[in-house]
């Protein structure tokens, strides 16, 4: 089915990285990948099936990085893909856009200030609608067939990320899954959202900690008041087998607000990583990646996995529509 999945999207990038990417999964017996490059989407009807196409942009061509190898030169290329494919989208040129993993001390050494496609893409949207960017929340959501989870922090330090629970971070994030579910799902209802925790046992009433009672049941109470369905705090190590939905049984709920990264993407992705995909939650475009990260250890070998990418654009295309 990936070939009909894909059907209308593109590459934006250097066709000379892309053809070099292609002869790496070259097997015998199978059928090669050409690489097709266009100037325009005007120029992707006429692309042929079973083509890849490439969008070039001027800035990269000329510029083969090493395999698996951090680079400034890297850094600055993956953000100038995004940045095109964003800017793009924001117009309305494109309906989504479908990110690779990007490698973060790349980023660093590129002299880039943000820490992820996340922070990248939430300054660009504040840019493009002239507002600072914190008037334009942004969350994570990883899902799979069987658990979606949304976070209150990304990246930042777990110390930080303690520090970050607090009412208002929790009520918007509430905020911000309620309405991307709402648009992005086909519920005849409004989505069940389930809450965790942020200490064992979801603070065993006051035992093992108070923010369950002074911060997050209060923004919980806050988001039923106005008229979300949202139940908790539970337990952090059972909310998300309660929430897994699976051919034998539904989940109780359709996600899982979780408290901090590991906390929420970790069961997720012990689920298995060819199947999860990122999407970034409050943008005002279409945003997916694979869960999984660059992966340089198997740069340039043609062994990777390709499962997760096929579902972040599938993904994507669902939201989209």
């Given at each position: ?135 334009m929340p942004v969350r994570m959501m990883l899902a799979n067939d069987e658990l979606r989870t949304v976070l209150v922090s990304i990246h930042v330090s777990l110390r930080d990320a303690i520090a970050a629970v607090t009412f208002d971070n929790v009520l918007q994030t509430l905020r911000i899954t309620h309405a991307a579910l709402s648009r ?138």
């Open positions: 089915d990936a070939p009909q999945d894909l059907r209308g999207a593109f590459v934006v990038g250097d066709v000379a990285t892309l053809r070099r990417a292609a002869a790496c999964v070259e097997r015998p017996g199978l059928p090669s990948l050409p690489v097709a490059q266009i100037d325009g989407l005007q120029d992707l009807a006429r692309v042929p099936p079973r083509c890849l196409p490439v969008l070039q942009l001027p800035e990269l061509a000329g510029s083969l990085a090493p395999w698996g190898q951090v680079s400034a030169g890297a850094g600055r290329a993956a953000v100038a893909c995004v940045l095109w494919a964003a800017r793009a989208a924001l117009r309305g040129e494109i309906a989504g856009l479908v990110t690779a993993p990007l490698h973060k001390e790349a980023l660093a050494a590129a002299g880039v200030d943000f820490p992820g496609h996340t922070e990248l893409l939430q300054a660009e949207a504040a840019r493009h609608a002239n507002v600072p960017m914190t008037q992005g799902m086909s519920l005849s209802r409004r989505p069940r959202i389930g809450v965790a925790g942020l200490n064992p046992h979801a603070g065993e009433g006051g035992l093992f900690g108070r923010e369950e009672i002074e911060v997050i049941a209060p923004a919980i109470a806050q988001a039923r008041a106005e008229d979300l369905d949202v139940h908790g705090p539970y337990a952090p190590d059972t909310v998300f087998m309660r929430a897994r939905a699976t051919p034998e049984r539904p989940g109780e709920f359709d996600v899982v607000v979780a408290m901090y990264h590991d906390q929420g993407l970790i069961p997720v992705k012990y689920l298995g990583v060819d199947k999860g995909v990122n999407v970034t939650l409050g943008l005002p475009l279409v945003r997916t990646s694979p869960d999984h990260g660059t992966a340089f250890d198997i740069a340039g070998q043609g062994v990777a996995d390709a499962s997760s990418l096929i579902e972040a654009v599938r993904m994507a295309r669902r939201l989209a529509g």
